[in-house]
């Protein structure tokens, strides 16, 4: 059964019009009565007989459905065809609908719907059967006529109880979406969220400024869902799946933040409206935003994956993950370093053994750590442990031993020297050696053997592994792994792994009875006997291994050989060599100077990535700024290295480091002109001079880099002293515009191909560069010091121009001989011109002491300012006095040092010619009791102000007396405090840092109590001139008091440490003997020579070993320094006889 109905649709024209009516006819169909009805401007719902209307929407109203109590709930049925009534097709109504909401209407008329779109159908009395209009029209919907047809008020609120029947439960409506669930329009005019459906009833405002509100039960599509949901479903992506806001999934609205009308304020920005795009800050803000909502989830991974490894890195946690057997193996090594970490009981250690000490230790234990690896710091200087064992470097074995048993989980113990440099921690042992151990170690000693050991044995009795020259060829049989060097087996640094036939050779190369059978000639201790064994016992070689010597132990250059380029042997920079040992540095050459070198070059090699990008920023800007290459600060410091493979003659010049020699690798044409007759006045000007040579003019700047390496290589750039290869173009237009140019040598021409390479004519055919002439010009400020001398000093006065002086703060003192003194003022204004700390510059003009007894000089100031009040800094020590009044020598800075190595802390010593404290505030600082005098007042002033300086008040007492008397009256005076009990001070204790974040204070260190000893263990005596005069006065000095000596007590009278003058000869010999017939005769016994002391640098072990343990009745000299061609400074050291000690005077 089919019949039509007529709906009245609002025309576009904006106002009511009854001839715009739209007409449309609609199939009837039959629907259960049980349906919500769909009818034009209302919408009719049937719910236990009651019939309730809902919002519209411009012309479209959706349901409100109450459901019943659910004691009143009836099971729905399916629609019967006796129970069926005829209403519209909802789909085709739809479509209409549709249409006619995005219709726009007059305001009138969309007033008048919104305030007569809430109200009540009347029911009929039977309470089923509703009455259906065919013909429903808009304006039934405004007429307010029409509005008490249902006989009930409406609910001021849409979906609240009725005012007038509060007994009505709130409006609810079916999902159009099958299994949709319920939509409830909301209990606010504002938003209401329910069921997980978004109901907004009215607020948003489109671009044509019309009321919005949305129809709950509209058939939405696949893609978008009925209502609003919190999470998007669109992408199923795992990481693009995300939660956002309802608004998200709305349409664009042009709204702005001042938008008064806007209903949801507290949703303004929470949605797609963007803050202002007018500045480029605030696009770029918007972009960030959106773009970091938009991949959240993906920023927050990477974010985090950042953090993960910060952590990782900057935490313990790579430290474990590469030690676990399973992850790293780091477990499986253990680094053994020989140190000698005594502390302050060491008394033979200086500064400098101290600075390598910790740059070694530092450098092991960043590895280790880095690597996961066990670090063992051995201090060897321990106590020796065995009878036979005379020489620390046996300890070596034992030692071995020891980690074995220590760290029962590794696997193999790697040894180090204390003058060895990790210069690469990047590589592992792993994969450097023992990834693929077959590989990088060798068998067969004929490889490379400097010992000519014959190899493999040929006795007939021995088994095939011994017979072969690579024993079974495995790597799992390799126990031991040893370098080679120029002279043999080198134990600086070696391999030993963990096993049976280990333990074997640690019992046999730790023998005592082979030991006293070759000891004698075995030079490199237990270096030797492990190549004696070696070659005589045939178990050993099967599992011995020798690995390349620049894999794992290269040498400096001036170690094995002179030349210093072997490629077996000497640290090569661009092989990036794993390790450097500085090998018998101690032996005539500069340990810390060396070790120095190599960390600097090492932190340059491995600049990490940032580092590296900063240098590059820098130099590149620098370049634009100035058209030369900069050389950062760590390259300057690894060019010592390079200096250390070319040594110069000049660099052992007496003339300090700032003022070099010529270099020998500049061209014989590039010298300053000739002014012999400049001699009076120095004319800077007049050393300008322009050489012509030949340049390279590059057609674009992005080539200069690539065609200077070209030049470099074919040899054809300028190399010269202080002068960039990289100039600005000649022509000042073309320079402007940023054009550069570089210089090329002497014999290249610019009109001359043939004196061309091949390079440069190619880059010349390719038009990317041109040669052309250029000048060079030199000035004053390019010449160095000899440059300016040769220049101006006659012929006949070349071979000794003056290059030595003394440095003493701001400060140079000149000893100028007599064929010099008319160029006196020259020679200082150039020595200030070339040395910029330099201030003042004097000269000598009478000998030390010829006219003053407190050692002091007369002087004639040559250039600079007159002022000597100097400071200058010593063994970690300030000293502030006046040069003029006091005396002081730079030179013996070494002999200060290796006195104070001979002094133990605690005990006491005098200083009879003390001046301003050279050897007693090193001393003090070494926790040595000092009793200094010196008979010059100014000397003590400035000792006592140093000694505030350097804060050892407790440590040090000054005289200011005549140095006969002080000998007598300071073992008098311990003596007297010793009695007295007035011999304890007080140290103050170096207390704990606090932050000022610490809210508690730890409790102060209470100061520490030390008693001062009642004997003297050394006399210095520093007067050259006349200190043997002062001998006669230890006669007696401890008459009475033997009972505090041995062989009462285990205390030995005092040693006395003289300085004197002498002649010169190769030997000593005869100046020995001389200063030994001196002692005895100002003593008053035979005092025998017992030998010269050979001259060791660099290793106080030896020196004291030399001069400490000098036998009573003996006189031990030591070399000083030369003082002219024929005179030369000793040190004469004794124990005072004991028939002097305790004379009766």
Known sequence: MENEMTIDIPSTAGHRQDSAKYQMRAAVSTVSTEQPLLLGKECIGLVDGRYHDTPSVDGIRTPALTPPPPSTLAPRTRPTATNHQ??????????????????????????????????????????????????????????????????????????????SNPSMSLSRSPSPNEDGGWSSPGLTTNYVETSGRASPANGLRGANSNSVTWDGARKKSSKVNGGYPSFSTQNNGFFSRHMRNISSSLPKFVITPDDSKYAEKEKLGRGRWMPSRNTKIGRFANFSINTFQKFRLRFLIVFGLIFATILFYTTPLHYYWRRAPLLGGGKKFVIILAANQGGGVMEWKGPREWAIERDSIRNKRRYAARWGYDLEIVDMSTKKRYAHEWRESWEKVDTIRNCLTKYPDAEWFWWLDLNTFIMEPSYSLQSHIFNNLAANTYRDINHYNPLNISHPFTDKYLDEKSLSPVGDGKASSINLIVPQDCSGFNLGSFFVKRSPWTDRLLDIWWDPVAYEQKHMEWEHKEQDALEFMYAAQPWIRPHT????????????????????????????????????????????RDCWGEMYNYRELSNLLNRNPWELFKEEIVAVIWFKLTGQKRVSLAQRKAQNYLDMRCPSAAQHLPLINKMSAESASANDMFRPPILRSATAVLDRSLFSQTFPIAAARIADHKLISPYRGKLEKSKELLKLDRVSVVRNDPDQELAAKGGKCLLLKPEVKPGDPTTWSAILKQAVE???????????TLDYDYWNYLDIMKSILPEDSQEEIPVGFSIVGHVAHLNIKEAYLPFKTLIAEVLMDKNPTIKTVINKIDDVGDKSE????????????????????EEDCTFRFDYSQVYWNSRLNTEHRRLVALFDPGSVVCD?????????????????????????????AALRDATKL?????????????????????????????????????????????????????????????????????????????????LPAFRGLYAGHEALFAPHTETKLPMVHVHCFSTKSDDNVREGVEIAGIVSEMLGTQMAFEGAVEKVEGDPRKRKEAVGEVEEGKVRVHDVRDVAPLKRMFCASFRIPAEVAFAKV
């Open 86 to 163: 005829t209403v519209p097709d909802p789909l085709v109504l739809l479509s209409a609908f549709t249409l006619a909401s995005s219709t726009p209407v007059s305001t009138s008329s969309s007033s008048q719907v919104s305030s007569f779109s809430h109200r009540r159908r009347r029911s009929s009395a039977a309470g089923g059967t509703p009455h259906i209009p065919q013909t429903l029209n808009v304006q039934d919907a405004n007429d307010p006529s029409a509005r008490g047809r249902g006989g009930s008020s409406l609910s001021p609120i849409p979906g609240t109880p009725n005012p």
């Open 545 to 588: 291994a020798f690995i390349e010597q620049r894999k794992a132990n290269s040498f400096p250059p001036d170690a094995c050989n002179s030349n210093g380029n072997d490629p077996l042997i000497h640290y090569d920079r661009k092989g990036r060599d794993f390790l450097v040992n500085m090998a018998g540095c101690e032996w005539g």
């Open 766 to 776: 390719a038009k990317e560069m041109s040669v052309m002439p250029y000048e060079l």
């Open 854 to 873: 407190f050692r002091t000089f007369s002087y004639e100031l040559l250039a600079g300012i007159d002022d000597l009040n100097v400071e200058i800094r």
């Open 912 to 940: 009879v010619m003390a001046g301003v404290g050279p050897f007693a505030l090193p001393a003090a600082k070494k926790g040595v009791f000092v009793w200094a005098n010196d008979l010059n007042p100014a000397s003590i």
């Open 950 to 1030: 350097n804060k050892v008040e407790p440590f040090i007492r000054s005289f200011n007396t005549d140095g006969h008397a002080f000998i007598h009256q300071c073992a008098q005076d311990l003596l007297s405090l010793s009695k007295s009990g007035e011999n304890k001070v007080s140290i103050p204790s170096k207390q704990p840092r606090v932050s000022r974040s610490q809210k508690v204070r730890p409790d102060p260190i209470p100061p520490t109590e030390v008693t001062i000893p009642q004997t003297i263990s050394h006399f210095v005596m520093n007067l050259p001139a006349t200190a043997l005069t002062f």
